[in-house]
């Protein structure tokens, strides 16, 4: 993970992108992807004021040079083309979610991790909740990919996107692995 930190520039270019499994709201800025997160016709607004507050920076509906990239990469995603992400990202949180997000990245495509697992991964076995809520705060969903936690017993826990979202991307991870 490219991992950088925009200090200068107060604007976040944001699109939104159509997938299979419903539409993307996407922040970015020449430094990289700021979020890729799920959005919704009930938060889309409350997204928008979600990111201009963790951020700090005004959400100008406009283009990265990055934004290309994404919507090709998400494209061979979701046609099973592609198992690992190559782009920027801009990732703002505690050394803790860093950790976290880190330990989702080292996930293999189309396999699954308990958080219970997650947490000896980041070495701390008794952390269960706090990276529950780690990835709860992961923004750039798909590229760190917190779909591919689950429950100690194997039940669909914990997606923003939704549980049918996640049952989707394992689904289709898992399909495509072969």
């Known amino acids: 993970m490219k991992n950088t930190i925009s200090k200068n520039n107060k604007y976040i270019a944001t699109i939104e992108i159509l997938s299979p499994i419903?539409?993307?709201?996407?922040?970015?800025?020449?430094?990289?992807?700021?979020?890729?997160?799920?959005?919704?016709?009930?938060?889309?607004?409350?997204?928008g004021e979600k990111f201009k507050k963790i951020f700090n920076k005004k959400l100008v509906p406009s283009s990265c040079k990055?934004?290309?990239?994404?919507?090709?990469?998400?494209?061979?995603?979701?046609?099973?083309?592609?198992?690992?992400?190559?782009?920027?990202?801009v990732i703002q949180g505690t050394d803790f979610q860093k950790k976290t997000w880190s330990a989702l990245s080292d996930?293999?495509?189309?396999?699954?991790?308990?958080y219970q697992e997650q947490a000896v991964a980041v070495g701390n076995p008794k952390a269960v909740r706090a990276v529950a809520n780690a990835n709860r705060n992961n923004r750039i969903n798909i590229i760190i990919p917190c779909h591919r936690v689950i429950g100690k017993d194997g039940s669909m826990t914990g997606?923003?996107?939704?549980?049918?979202?996640?049952?989707?991307?394992?689904?289709?991870?898992?399909?495509?692995?072969?």
């Not at 419903?22 to 997204?47: K, Y």
């Not at 996930?107 to 308990?114: A, L, N, Q, V």
């Open 22 to 47: 419903g539409v993307f709201f996407v922040g970015g800025t020449d430094e990289g992807i700021f979020f890729l997160e799920f959005i919704d016709e009930d938060n889309r607004e409350s997204q």
């Open 66 to 89: 990055h934004f290309e990239t994404l919507i090709k990469q998400l494209n061979e995603y979701f046609d099973g083309k592609r198992k690992e992400f190559d782009i920027p990202l």
């Open 107 to 114: 996930i293999p495509y189309g396999e699954t991790r308990s």
């Open 159 to 178: 997606y923003g996107g939704g549980i049918w979202r996640k049952e989707f991307l394992l689904k289709l991870e898992k399909e495509k692995r072969k």
